[in-house]
């Protein structure tokens, strides 16, 4: 110790001072850094997300966002697809490290690759947990992805307003008709081995779909509309749970009879940005998965001379497991 006394002191005053700068910068920054990784320090800090998130190791994510099970990391840049309707299944593509497509058991919270080419996929929608109407492209081909047998079925694609008799033929003989955001898909009995009865009918916007389940509906053909797992009930921009006692909001979960808060999900909120939102309720209402867009570190995209939005800073897809004062009894797997 003495002779670190005696080396100190014999260096020049700058030199000192550079070294004490240069300590304390750095005693700063690891405090900074570890407060941020483990201490959720900044969570809420957009610069401090944007320069930390990805640099803190993988497992202080789930300090971070310690209330929720983190389903998607925010550094692989997750996207939701879909959830199947019965809250069983999410669908996630991730865009950075690894790009794929991953269908998750959100009871079991088991993770399956999904054989998509995200080079080419533009959307996913769960048909059930195991069955999956697949958009490649815009509007350039589709296809039913079965998991359990693990096959892909090509469906041929006409514009609604294009149809003939060959088409109603195969609208009045399908087994299964669902009708999708801006699609009709139809698939005959045993369809993956008779390609050719299968037909997707695209409409161009939402008045026009409601058009064709209007139609469909006077030919005496019966459909099934993809429901959320989720419902629409007195307040905008909320999901109610599948029974309708409660709500959910980025600020928490709600008694949907005296507008109570239950509980507070504690979901980070950044200036400028539309804020997490509920994907829907998982089977049983065992749980809620919330997922955001990125809001960006620059962001201006009120101006209307000089619009831009640069530097986004993904977020991760969460999973808020609920007491079970919220469950309702789950059905058996089929």
Known sequence: MHHLVTYWRGLRRSTRRTLLS?????????????????????????PLQYLLQC???????????????????????????????????????THQRRQQVVRIDLLQQHQTLLPFDTNTLHQVYAIDDYRFFVRLGWRADYQ????????????????????????????RQAAEVWVFEYETLALANQYQQAIDNNIVLYTVGLARQAQVNEQLTADGIDYEILTPPYQAGALRDTRYSPDGRFYTREDGIYDATTRERL???????????????????VAGQRGIVYAAWPPYLLDNRDDLLFSYTWLPVHQPVLLLELPKAFWTELEEEP
């Open 22 to 46: 240069l300590s304390i910068g750095a005693l700063l920054m690891g405090g900074l850094y570890t407060g941020y990784c483990w201490g959720g320090f900044g969570r809420n800090v957009l």
């Open 55 to 93: 640099r803190c190791p993988p497992a202080s994510e789930a300090v971070r966002y310690r209330h929720f099970t983190v389903l998607a990391p925010a550094c692989h840049a997750p996207e939701v697809h879909t959830m199947s309707p019965s809250g069983r299944t999410l669908v996630i593509e």
């Open 144 to 171: 039913v992805y079965d998991l359990q047998t693990a096959t892909t079925t090509p469906v041929n694609w006409v514009f609604a307003d294009e149809q003939d008799a060959r088409v109603q033929r195969i609208l």
């Open 263 to 281: 509980l507070d999900t504690d979901l980070p909120r950044f200036q400028n940005f539309g804020g997490y939102q509920a994907v829907g309720w």
